[in-house]
């Protein structure tokens, strides 16, 4: 089963992961990458637990065949 991931959410994804390799992550960025992971995973009808595990591995670990 493919994990389908909004552009959005992996902007979000990726100003949280920036702010903390800086060690700057905020309670704010963190709640709203939540929020939104979780309003993702309802409205797609998706696995919350896959959609945050598939967005954390394209963010962090990008397929250097894309982008």
Known sequence: MTIELS?????????????????GLTVETAARVQAAITAHAEATEQSRYDV???????VRHPDPDTD
Request: avoid cysteine; hydrophobic fraction near 40%; proline fraction near 0%.
């Open 52 to 58: 945050e595990m598939e967005l954390k591995r394209v």
């Open 7 to 23: 552009d959005e959410l992996i902007e979000l994804e990726r100003a949280a992961w920036a702010e903390q390799q800086e060690n």
